[in-house]
């Protein structure tokens, strides 16, 4: 009770002291509080900040040192502290993990061993940069902390290879100047990237339309890492490169990759076969993608290993208290709370109730009930059992409230499903207005967006299959940053296969021609999306980073393909219509 946090201490002695036999307490009160064949106490501790404050985390963290190897301490503030820790400790090791992927990727990908580490240390001072003012928003959750490096590095290594492509363009377009190679690089760069990262923030932004304030959290960080990831491209990363010019001369070796630009013209030879292919695929994704099975339980997304999550099996177990809820109810004239009345019975008088009891349940006009339940947070068991208890204690007072870590968690089950749809909603509408303006179309946003879409609908259906519980998290955001990230690998063939079809070229040729072009590219930055993410999935024990990271990493791979395989099929039947609602795709040379 001293410790600064912790407003109050609930226990046997505290409803029972020295004063009251034994014998005059009800067996059931008692065995609520102690368990003889564990030999072990239970102690109830109320706090005076949120679960979540970092006073109460502080707090949870000293009672751990204080009676660590002699007791558990278990409940949701438990688990948060942990996550805290956890997520602090293997930080630094996602950056790692990251970094160090990514440069596995591009040194196979990229014919420089030293252009790949510019590329890092430029984004890593993107990624300081967005940390570093992150005080605007007074303060972010540690999961948004924990993710932010990877997810920085991951969406925005594309402006950095756009950037070192078109410097490599114009190298040989202006014989060897490379200064003002690198002006003219800028300047492609500027227009491109700022389109693409466009659809990139309007996925982030759509995050902050959650209730769930994680979601905003996470978004707005998001947003402002994809705009500092845009300036350094442009500012930091082109001084790097001129800067360190013999270096990477003198390091440039044979790209490992192979030349994959080949296989457009079997794409568009068989189209109407990977057509097929797409409307088969399509529908057991979408019954995949909607019998995903989610889970709410905060405590399930930490290891075993987790002192908190032992520590709430050792409650489950030895008390079979799966949640503990709070009734708070205000009863004019009430001398005595009814919660210990209710414990203690009428046989014992009020003077024998210990002081400290009655102030723990009874405050001016309100009085508190506990109430431990035997069922788990989050399942269908403790939220019907929420619903009736509500509406008993609604019968005896309106003003009546049930709190706790259950129909906190009931609470956020339905948050959630209407998050899930309006974030979903906003995602498709902003970026398809984005696709609209662009292109100057109105088929085009249509059939980028639906061919994203599918492949989030394949990427979330696979669970759905494997029957893999997700955390609820996960469900939200995975959709919306695969598609603000993802669908400009589809961005850049349309551009390309745009500029083809205004330039004279005949639908096939155009296409095919588009996707050659585009093939390289797409592939690359999908296996920087990959390997920025995919590590961390593997190495996080936090089911809920680990979870997040694996679904993007394959989600940039499933783009991947859908963009190469099923974009220019539907181009190749959808091309008269496209033309016919699309500005700039007409011959040139036949409108003039």
Not at 105 to 120: A, E, Q
Not at 518 to 530: E, G, H, K
Request: with cysteine.
């Amino acid at each position: 009770e001293d410790l600064k946090g912790v407003n109050d201490v609930i226990w046997y002695g505290t409803i029972a002291d020295s004063t009251l036999p034994r014998e005059a307490i009800p067996d059931e009160v008692y065995d609520a509080f102690n368990n003889k064949d564990a030999n072990s106490q239970l102690m109830l501790v109320t706090y005076s900040d949120t679960m979540g404050s970092d006073e109460t985390m502080e707090a949870v963290n000293k009672m751990d040192k204080m009676v660590k190897n002699h007791c558990f301490v278990a409940g949701m503030a438990a688990v948060n502290a942990d996550t805290k820790t956890l997520v602090m400790q293997q930080a630094p090791i996602y950056v790692i993990i990251a970094a160090l992927l990514s440069m596995l990727v591009m040194g196979i990908t990229m014919d420089s061993i030293i252009v790949p580490m510019l590329f890092l240390l430029s984004i890593g001072m993107a990624i300081i940069y967005n940390l570093g003012t992150n005080f605007i928003q007074g303060q972010i959750s540690y999961l948004t902390l924990a993710l932010t490096a990877v997810l920085q590095l991951a969406v925005t290594m594309d402006y950095s290879i756009f950037l070192w492509h078109s410097y490599q363009e114009q190298i040989d377009r202006y014989d060897g100047d490379k200064k003002r190679a690198m002006a003219h690089a800028i300047s492609h760069t500027i227009v491109s990237v700022t389109g693409s990262s466009i659809t990139t923030i309007a996925g982030f932004v759509a995050l902050c339309f959650m209730s769930f304030t994680l979601g905003l959290d996470l978004g707005i960080v998001m947003a402002k890492g994809v705009v500092f990831g845009v300036i350094g491209c442009v500012t930091i990363l082109p001084a790097l490169i001129l800067a360190c010019d013999k270096a990477i001369e003198k390091t440039k070796h044979k790209i490992l990759m192979p030349d994959v630009s080949r296989i457009a013209s079997w794409v568009t030879n068989h189209y109407k076969i990977l057509a097929v292919i797409f409307i088969v695929v399509l529908i057991p994704a979408i019954y995949g993608y909607t019998h995903d099975q989610v889970y709410y339980d905060l405590a399930g997304t930490m290891p075993d290993s987790a002192y908190s999550k032992q520590a709430n099996e050792r409650l489950d177990k030895e008390y079979a208290m799966g949640a503990t809820h709070i009734i708070i109810k205000k009863v004019d004239g009430v001398k005595l709370a009814v919660s210990l009345d209710s414990i203690l019975g009428p046989t014992i008088p009020d003077d024998m109730v210990p002081d400290e009891a009655k102030e723990i349940f009874k405050n001016g006009d309100y009085q508190m009930m506990l109430v431990s339940s035997k069922y788990a947070t989050a399942s269908d068991e403790v939220n019907n059992q929420i619903t009736e208890i509500k509406k008993i204690v609604k019968n005896y007072s309106e003003d009546a409230m049930l709190i706790g870590e259950a129909p906190c968690t009931k609470d956020l089950i339905t948050i959630t499903d209407t998050d899930f749809k309006r974030v979903s909603a906003v995602s498709i509408v902003l970026i398809f207005l984005i696709i609209l303006v662009v292109f100057k179309s109105v088929s085009l946003p249509i059939i980028l967006v639906a061919v994203i879409e599918f492949a989030i609908f394949v990427n979330m259906g696979i669970p759905g299959f494997t029957g893999t519980k997700l955390p609820f998290i996960a469900s939200i955001v995975i959709g919306t940053i695969q598609l603000g990230a993802t669908v400009d690998y589809a961005i850049l063939m349309t551009t390309k296969y745009r500029k083809n079809r205004y330039t004279g070229m005949d639908k096939k040729p155009a296409i095919t021609k588009a996707l050659a072009d585009s093939t390289n590219s797409v592939i690359v930055s999908a296996l920087c999306f990959f390997a920025a993410t995919f590590g961390v999935g593997l190495y996080s024990n936090i089911d809920m980073i680990s979870s997040i990271c694996i679904l993007l990493a394959r989600g940039a791979i499933i783009s991947m393909f859908v963009v190469v395989f099923i974009l220019p099929s539907m181009f190749m039947i959808f091309d008269k219509v496209i033309c016919a609602t699309s500005a700039g795709f007409k011959n040139k040379n036949l409108t003039a």
